[in-house]
């Protein structure tokens, strides 16, 4: 069973709107945490934002949000006032346990494109 | 900080030959290193955990023989693709974390593209 979703393959936006890309996940870890990263058409993955799972507020950085909803397992970002800059692939990834040593599951992405 | 620095950023070989990919953490000491897969549109798919002075652990389905990992030191792990064919043209991208603790990402090299001739 796929551990992390996101249900939109693309986006569109239009420059300077928000826009919320989906995340669930699936975990029976009560210690977890959320990531994610942007990977432009260059390729590199750059880390976005975090969200813990004991973590009662939703993370902020920036224009990036989290709107995260424990009960409904699941951790969408929002980017708000949208740049050009912003089209790029987008994952959710979950860690689950706290463990150094413990790798991260990656949902399918959601591309986003920002339109002038 | 936390930079993770991946080389080559592109290789083009012919088939049969073997290619290695280093993966540096530049600023930080890895124990852990992992090595993923990327397929055009798809997402990153883990091919093998990478661990300091012991031997990797494969996914199910990653040819241990085929893609050759080391990870000799703290900072540095190399993926090495053995007898490489054209179905192993790839985008091939390592991460590692700089710490433990809930909060602390995977920070990624700039991947490598190979194509196989």
């Known amino acids: 069973a796929q551990k992390i979703t996101q249900t939109q393959p693309g986006m569109f936006v239009q420059e300077k709107e928000a826009v919320t890309l989906d995340c669930t996940y699936d975990?029976?870890?009560?210690?977890?945490?959320l990531f994610w990263y942007k990977q432009p058409s260059s390729g590199e993955m750059i880390f976005l934002i975090y969200?813990?799972?004991?973590?009662?507020q939703n993370a902020t950085e920036g224009r990036y949000s989290l709107n995260f909803q424990k009960a409904r397992k699941s951790a969408n970002l929002v980017i708000s006032a949208s740049q050009l800059g912003d089209s790029a692939m987008y994952f959710c990834?979950?860690?689950?346990?706290?463990?150094?040593?413990?790798?991260?599951?990656f949902g399918p992405g959601t591309r986003l494109s920002v339109l002038p | 900080g936390a930079v993770v620095s991946q080389h080559p950023s592109r290789v083009i070989c012919k088939s049969g030959t073997s290619v290695k990919i280093e993966c540096r953490s530049l600023d930080f000491q890895a124990t852990t290193m992992f090595w993923y897969r990327q397929f055009p549109k798809q997402s990153l798919m883990l091919m093998a955990t990478?661990?300091?002075?012991?031997?990797?652990?494969?996914e199910q389905g990653v040819e241990k023989d085929k893609f050759l990992i080391n990870h000799a030191s703290l900072t540095l792990s190399t993926l090495t693709v053995t007898s490489a064919h054209p179905e192993d043209s790839s985008f091939y991208i390592c991460?590692?974390?700089?710490?433990?603790?809930?909060?602390?990402?995977?920070?990624f090299g700039n991947g490598t593209r190979l194509t196989v001739t």
């Open positions: 990478s661990n300091e002075g012991s031997k990797a652990t494969y």
């Open positions: 991460s590692a974390r700089d710490k433990a603790g809930e909060n602390s990402p995977l920070h």
């Open positions: 969200q813990g799972s004991y973590d009662e």
């Open positions: 975990t029976s870890d009560q210690s977890y945490g």
């Open positions: 990834a979950m860690r689950e346990g706290i463990n150094y040593g413990q790798n991260f599951v």
